[in-house]
């Protein structure tokens, strides 16, 4: 191929991403804290209402830096031993709902890092406005269950299927609200089944 050729395909290959592809990322700071980057202001007062609404500790301040936009929470939401481990899970999945819903796609996450009090953090695209789209969690929890979060009542027939009935020992809602289903297996099944 001439070096006329490649630069025509550079320009083929450039012209076919979006003129406004844009990313911000989301990361999950200390046991007590979001970050946005890149984020606009407008979706940050969004995802305050979202947190307003959803953490019943509320926030304990804000921080705004020159890269970033921070919340810091009452309480440690991304402590493993938290009691409100689960409503911060369910926190977590309505602020996605809300980013997807501003056209805010999920593209992946990563531990970029690798300090033990910075946690996770999720790379954001913006494109097109999406259908609408329903958020749900599926952790672990103890040795031997399984906590289905924010999930309709199909699905959770459908993970019973693939994990087969009669590897269940017990199945049981954990709130009023019938948001946290919750599924003790057999503890044989996760020797077998590494999750």
């Given amino acids: 191929m001439s070096k006329s050729e490649l630069n025509n395909t550079d320009r083929n290959i450039l012209n076919e991403f979006p003129l406004t592809y844009q990313h911000a990322c989301m990361t999950f700071t200390m046991n007590d804290r979001l970050r946005f980057f890149r984020f606009p202001l407008t ?5 305050r209402k979202v947190i ?13 830096d020159a890269d970033f936009y921070e919340f810091k929470f009452h ?12 409503s911060s899970r369910i926190m977590i999945l309505h602020i996605l709902s809300v980013l997807h819903s501003h056209g805010w796609s999920l593209v ?24 609408a789209t329903s958020f749900f969690a ?26 087969g009935e009669n590897n269940i020992q017990r199945e049981e809602w954990l709130d009023d609200g019938r948001t946290c289903c919750q599924l003790k297996m057999y503890e044989i099944f996760f020797l077998f089944f590494n999750l």
């Fill in 43 to 47: 979706i940050i007062n969004i995802i």
């Fill in 52 to 64: 307003n609404t959803t953490w019943l500790n509320g926030l304990q301040n804000e921080k705004q």
């Fill in 138 to 163: 599926i952790t672990r929890y103890d040795l031997d269950k399984l906590r289905l979060i924010c999930i309709s009542s199909d699905i959770i027939q459908a993970v019973k299927r693939i994990f």
């Fill in 108 to 131: 992946t996450s990563n531990d970029f890092s690798r300090l033990t009090e910075d946690r996770n953090s999720l790379i954001f695209q913006l494109g097109i406005r999406p259908l």
């Fill in 75 to 86: 309480g440690n939401p991304w402590s493993s031993r938290e009691s409100g481990n689960m």
